[in-house]
């Protein structure tokens, strides 16, 4: 049986490929990933678009649920503000209700009032970063302005009654803000302004019309308790988006580790199949000198 | 009497055989590292015995020759072996080109530049954050910085493609000199070889036009159709005829749709020279199959996503107050025409934060419903029926298999490629311990000869001196 005298080159073709295989292992262990090539792996690295995808996604939204965190406490502090500005306005108007002030004790009540009004509509108009808050979609048109015109005052709202909300990444819809119309200015005695442009008119001549009086500081408590529940819908979007981000950021902590997991180098098995490399190398390089120490031909025993 | 001097011409017979096989190791030893050289073996050919008076007399021995040890069986099976590991290693090169280009994200930020999957999920993302302050200008600005790598990325991939392509063509079209000059040199050897030895094996000749045949095989895919007298006629793969016997007709090169055809004649056999091996039918399958398929993915995303993110921006309210209009539409990205060649030419065009419509369509300025629809994209089926993201991930998934399977098939191949080659060095390669061998045989048969011969001539000194040792010596 005769065998291929070219056989040894077979063996170096062998020992290329051991060497790349060991280039190939310490750039492994070097740069920590393992799988560099889609041919190594394509199921892993479709896999791999996917979770990263999803990554990004739930780090998108953690930063931008902290800037609107804020702007949604802004709006909730701005109501209570609000509200104890309202709840000082109804204590001056049961004092002039009572009928024991004299008129110019009413008619400085009156101009309390009118100073409170003004503070609740810079509340009402109050700006975070730039825009409106309580504008509804026209942040940067002056929601509420007052007209001294007629008597009572007329409070007009500027804005629009445009909700907006914030996806989180698994659907869920997070109110932004209310229309100010919906908080200060609704319909019959839940009108914050109503009432207060009315108290005004009331005070302002120093003759109390005790009947009109107390209805419009009735009015004025209907309001007041009405914006109590208004800022619960504000609370509500705080709490969600709390639960909201705390839900993503340990989804994203579990989808890391498996991304990690997929992409990454375990260097116990990487280490052991280097050295592995290196031993085959090593043992090829041996054989292939021993071979060729060997292969001298017949012609060198032959007897000139 | 007769039968001494035959004994002489016997013995000189005997003599000039062994020389002249002595003169065939001699050739073997020295052409023992020439490519393509196959072993030859001396041929013993014993002379027609004589009949005088009834008795037959032996008439000695002739070396008539050499003969090529070969097994034309086993190197027909080489060569078609070696076209396909040919085509499959070509392809295989072109191939890690291409999948290069799109490595995988490993999820730290350095691996994240260029890579086409992470760009649309920040693109999206940026729309996201939008939706929390949507009159800021900071993440307006955003959004086009993110949609302008998103597009960079996405164009220079496309631009590479392109590159690599044309590289591909141009080495496609070097292979065609190479051939022609092959198919010549086997033309004349077919002649040559007809006209010297129609019958038996032509030894140089015929190892010369094994080793044309070997390398034409490594570049283009061939069928070889033994013909008469020797004869030998080369057809490509898929029939269209090379060689016949001593004719050769050329493959000639021309330009069609941007790229390099293959005419055999008038024929365009480019398609079929594709499918056919050899490192023509690497290229041409990496230039005509691999890479268009990968284009035509990314210019299906470029397109969809260009043209869904126009018309949404476009329908919606921008911070100026204004909507898109036919003259002067909202575009964020240049809208792409068609589907073909979106992906090279996809780019950023709007230079204005303002006019991205995070508000919807008759809105005020603070509202985000567009933001959040645009957003909102990224999880809908936009991508011929799939959501970007998963569209990406399909896309990334099947190149890599098909990358592996080549490689799979390119190793197979190898390795059957190498089984062969050895199987055919042992048949006919030259083994300097077996020429050794007959080498010590010859000398010692020589010897024996030369030996019998000088006994001979004492012999008839002896027949001429009738006995008395004086007169001859």
Aim: proline share 2%.
């Amino acid at each position: 049986m005769r065998v291929d005298p070219n056989y040894v080159s077979n063996l170096v073709g062998s020992l290329d490929q051991a060497q790349a295989s060991q280039e190939q292992l310490t750039a492994e262990l070097s740069s920590g990933v393992s799988i560099t090539s889609l041919s190594q792996n394509p199921v892993a690295s479709g896999q791999n678009v996917l979770l990263l995808n999803q990554i990004q996604q739930d780090d998108s939204f953690t930063q931008s649920s902290s800037l609107v965190t804020g702007q949604l406490q802004v709006a909730d502090s701005t109501l209570g503000s609000v509200v104890s500005q309202l709840t000082q306005a109804i204590s001056l108007a049961t004092s002039a209700n009572n009928g024991t002030l004299n008129p110019s004790d009413v008619k400085s009540i009156g101009n309390q009032v009118s100073g409170i009004l003004d503070e609740v509509q810079s509340l009402a108009n109050t700006n975070y970063q730039g825009q409106y808050i309580f504008a509804g979609g026209q942040t940067s048109t002056t929601p509420f302005t007052t007209s001294t015109n007629t008597s009572p005052g007329t409070t007009t709202y500027n804005g629009d009654e445009d909700v907006n909300y914030l996806q989180t990444p698994n659907g869920q819809k997070i109110q932004l803000n209310v229309p100010g119309d919906q908080i200060f200015s609704a319909s019959g005695s839940n009108s914050v302004f109503g009432a207060l442009n009315n108290l005004v008119a009331d005070y302002a001549s120093g003759a109390v019309d005790t009947a009109q009086a107390v209805s419009d500081t009735t009015a004025l408590s209907t309001a007041m308790n009405y914006v109590s529940q208004q800022r619960v819908t504000i609370d509500n979007s705080i709490t969600q988006i709390t639960a909201a981000s705390d839900a993503v950021t340990s989804d994203q902590t579990q989808l890391t580790t498996a991304q990690t997991n997929l992409m990454q180098a375990d260097v116990a098995t990487v280490s052991t199949q280097l050295s592995l490399a290196e031993t085959q190398q090593t043992a090829l390089e041996d054989v292939i000198a021993q071979l060729d120490s060997a292969s001298n031909s017949l012609f060198s025993k032959l007897q000139p | 009497m007769g039968t001494i001097s035959s004994a002489f011409s016997l013995m000189s017979g005997a003599l000039d055989a062994d020389q002249s096989a002595l003169s065939i190791v001699a050739n073997n030893v020295a052409n023992a590292n020439t490519p393509g050289y196959t072993e030859e073996t001396p041929n013993w050919q014993q002379n027609a015995p004589l009949e005088i008076n009834g008795v037959s007399l032996g008439a000695g021995v002739t070396e008539t020759g050499a003969t090529s040890l070969r097994d034309r069986v086993l190197e027909e099976r080489l060569d078609q072996q070696q076209q396909l590991a040919s085509a499959s290693g070509t392809r295989l090169t072109a191939l890690d080109g291409v999948q290069a280009l799109f490595t995988p994200d490993s999820g730290s930020t350095a691996s994240a530049a260029g890579d086409i999957g992470s760009d649309m999920t920040s693109f999206f993302s940026s729309f996201s954050s939008l939706e929390a302050n949507p009159t800021d200008n900071a993440l307006r600005q955003q959004v086009l910085s993110s949609a302008a790598t998103l597009a960079g990325d996405v164009s220079n991939a496309a631009a590479s493609l392109n590159a690599q392509r044309s590289a591909l063509d141009q080495e496609a079209s070097g292979v065609t000199s190479q051939v022609n000059s092959l198919t010549g040199a086997i033309a004349q050897l077919n002649q040559q070889i007809q006209s010297t030895s129609p019958d038996a094996d032509a030894g140089t000749l015929e190892d010369q036009r094994q080793q044309d045949l070997s390398q034409l095989s490594q570049l283009i895919g061939i069928n070889q159709i033994k013909t008469e007298n020797n004869g030998l006629s080369i057809t490509t793969t898929s029939g269209q005829l090379l060689v016949s016997e001593g004719a050769s007709y050329q493959l000639t090169t021309g330009t069609a749709g941007g790229v390099t055809h293959f005419f055999v004649g008038t024929t365009d056999v480019t398609s079929q020279l594709a499918g056919g091996g050899g490192e023509l039918g690497g290229y041409l399958t990496a230039r005509d199959q691999d890479i268009p398929g990968v284009l035509s993915s990314l210019d299906q995303l470029a397109y969809s996503v260009s043209t869904q993110v126009n018309s949404l921006n476009n329908g919606g309210t921008d911070l100026d107050g204004a909507s898109g209009t036919t003259a002067n539409p909202l575009y964020i990205f240049n809208q792409p025409t068609a589907v073909a060649g979106s992906a090279a030419s996809m780019n950023v065009v709007m230079t204005d934060p303002n006019q991205i419509a995070a508000a919807g369509l008759g809105q005020g300025t603070g509202d985000n419903t567009n933001a959040a629809a645009m957003a909102n994209l990224a999880n809908q089926s936009i991508v011929s029926g799939l959501s970007p993201t998963n569209y990406f991930s399909n896309f990334v998934s099947t190149l890599g298999a098909t990358v592996s399977g080549v490689q799979a098939e390119n190793t197979a191949q190898n390795a059957s490629v190498t089984q062969l080659q050895t199987q055919n060095n042992a048949l006919s390669s030259v083994s300097l311990d077996d020429e050794a061998s007959s080498m010590t045989t010859l000398e010692r048969s020589y010897q024996a000869a030369s030996q019998v011969f000088t006994m001979l001539n004492t012999i008839m000194a002896a027949a001429l001196n009738l006995g008395d040792q004086t007169t001859v010596s």
